[in-house]
């Protein structure tokens, strides 16, 4: 799915809703309205479904394949998101430009569930901004049929032996990564000379690559379109866990990413009642644990983890093990380098 | 007063115009002669003067003919010269025979047929094309099936899945106006050829493709400019190094952020299509034929 | 005389009608043949299968001697002027003209002299550069024309060649046409619907109907001695007549009409025996009515009465209606001005329908309309 397609129709119910939700203002008696900004495959639809059953809330869901895209549309200023769902580095971002709310702490009830090693990170120390919805980690899915030996380096997505089989994440600091990590250096590096350095390793390894995907890696995958993919956990481990052993996931042994993904309230969300209703929702340990086992990625409801069918809590590409762990590190906010990394990224994805 | 009932008359029009095209087309301008801030957005001028005088505000052209730009640029208008040729190739038989061969009362069903993919979003027929080509796609089981090829043919996220989406997308578009101009046709032309000693391909040359240039021509524009500016196709069925002028825009809007960048892009884009526009709108007045876009 | 096109038992269907059946024609060289016929008759596929432009489903056509039947259109010696002259639009009147030489053997080098040639010839000179949608309406035939002669055709088709123009127009392109067809010394087959056209153009007219040839002669015979009631009525002859052969002698017959007249006609048709019930036909100019009976002896003279008087300025056109309420209609020139000879006949008023015998047209089989 390459949902910014889909999200140009979506886009213009909701601005159709936001005219709706402005008479709702002046008529209470109108049906409430939640305005879901995520990325693909993040809400269980059953989940959403109960939602609205129990609130009478109506939503629409609108969603999204990269984190530059979150800051691109909040910027636009059009759209009038309720609820938002970044990255941690984009976080940072969101909060330094102003574009989310502080949340009233006392409005939230269930704040105790969530695990402690997912909060007062870095990207918002105080979680003044935002509260932790799933994490995991990025890494490598391949096809064991066609690969000689288990993968457990970067290094497979350089490799000519899989030239036209490879699969990168169409995200310009994950891509960055796989090379900074490679070389030993940390996901969060900023010296232009060494970015520069990196961009033209992605645009030899171009001749390599066969497509960049955000949304569907998995399923391209599974499809037999590309035997190596770089990818995160959630969907990989739902394509793992179905293939019979014909797939696998892996961290690579010189350390990947690990990512918390967190629930915002955008400024320009104008159903800010609703919005509390629904953190209050996912909150709940029971909601928390349904939305793991219809998505595959870890939850930071530490509360939820009883209720997350077995199989999913035991699966190492879901639920690490420490020490895979350990090796990860955040991807944080890197202010003004962040317009070399956008540049530098449109020079690789441009590169013929 | 007459006048003044003129203007009132006009007001509509221009309004509507100047809401959707000119207000745009100046906003998109201004955007483009501006710097991105750090996080999108664009950066502030503190010196207008100085920003005007040391050209900075050209820069977002400037860079848009960096070579690896220009070269998108080129392959681009190289992938959309090719669609267009594929599609006069292709379409031209098919709409001579819908317009002279077909049977009268299958005419109907067969034009019907041409414009049926309309009734299904794009997107959705783009998407069709995946599945068809994708390495364990119905294209390549076929083809391992029958024993034609001994392992799959990598097609999608290929220039060629690229072109074959552009060609069947934009293909309708070719065939129509062609039909509507061999319909017209005057059939006693051809017969007034074959009397003079004109074969069948020398009576085409020389009777049939000069008097359906107009039709030629129309369907070359509206084939051409959206080619020029695709990025659905090319974004769904290309691969890591098929990117077009189209996505490289809506790239740097939905994911790099440079919106003057991008706007810069789009102007120059739109510049293209107007010179194009024009040509063909000289074209058709020097022909004498009503200008049909 | 040599033959230019022979035309041979061609029938053509198109699915299961005979536009054409089993015609059968003669055309000489050098001559102007007119087929003649309502629209529906076949005259203009029957043009085209001699053109090469539709192929006869049986049958043989040749054109100067040679069996073209299944020969493309321009490979035969016979080019077309079509009705709406299918000038080609994009291209001026020169080029137009040239069109066809590129297919004529010889190089391009005797073109242009060719195209001068033609264009001389049709009248006009210092027109090469314009286009079509320029010209007059006969400036358009006559490109026509010209594209078509330049090929030096020994056969040039012209289907309904003054249809197109306007009416003042067609009378003086008539003598035109003529005149190109005496220059030229070719054969021209033309198809038309207009009688006067048909008479007043060629030297045989083929009349047709339903695919068929009902006719063939020179204008005065097919006008004067229609072989059938529909040649008869095609060409304007309305009051028709039956009678039974009372007798034949010495080359006169005696025909009876109902109302027990007797008339004498000379030369009767051969196979004419007493007692055969025939039809026979008078054209309108040859009939008069009078209110007296006229005092000749031989006249032919049938009581009416006067229904109707259309004056028509030239003449005056006479309904009447004979002793058994049958219809017909006598036209009389108005040699004198009625303004000072008024005519004593008024509608409802008993009157005399007469004519000369030899004015007497019998008409053969196939009057069945």
Redesign the interface.
Known sequence: MKPWILSAPLGLLLLAGCGAGEKAAEAPKEPRQLNIYIWTNYLPQDVLADFEKRTGIKTRVDTYDSNETILAKLQSGVADYDIAVPSDYMLKALISENLVRELDRSRLQGFENLDPRFLNQKFDPENRHSIPYVWGTAGIGYDTTKVAAPIDSWGALFDPRYKGRILMLDDAREAFGTVLKLQGKSLNETDPAVLRQVAEVLKKQKALVRTYNSSDFANLLTAGDVDVAHGWNGEMAEAVASSKGKLAYVVPKEGGTLWIDSVVLPTSGRNTDAAYEFLRFVLEPEIAARIVNGIHYAGANRAALPKIDEAIRNDPAIYPPQEVLDRCELLEDLGPTTELIDELWTEIKAAS | MRRRGTWLLLLPTWLVLGMFFLVPLVLTLVLSLRQRGVYGGVAPIPDLGAYVTSGSFLGNYARSFAGIYAGIGWRSLWMAVLTTALTLAIGYPVAYALALRAPRRWKDLLLGLVVVPFWTSFLIRTYAWMFLLRTEGLVNRLLLGTGAVDRPLEILYTELAVMIGLVYGELPFMILPLYASLEKLDRTLLEAAADLGAGRVSSFWRVTVPLTAPGIAAGIVLVFIPSLGQFVVSDLLGGARSMLLGNLIQNQFAVARNQPFGAALAFELMAAVLLLLLAYAFYMKRKGEEVLL | MPLSVEIRRVTKRFSDVAAVNEVSLDIRRGELFALLGPSGCGKTTLLRMV???ETPSAGTIHIEGIDVTEV???LRPA??V???Y?????LTVADNVA??L???NGGRAGWSTKVKEALDLVRLAGMEKRLPHQLSGGQRQRVALA??LV?EPKVLLLDEPLAALDPQLREEVQVELKHLQRTLGISFLFVTHDREEALGMSDRVAVMRHGRVEQVGTPAEIFERPATRFTAEFLGATSFFTAEVASLVDGVATLRLPAGLDLQVPRPDASLRPGDRIDFVVRPEKLRVRVERPAEAEMAVVPVTVEESIYQGMGTTWIVRGPAGERFVAWEQNAASVLDEPSALRPGGAAFLCWHPRHTVVLGGGGDA
């Open positions: 053109g090469g432009l493309p259109p321009h080019h077309m079509f009705q709406q299918a000038l080609f639009p994009h069109f066809g590129r297919y004529k594209r078509a090929l």
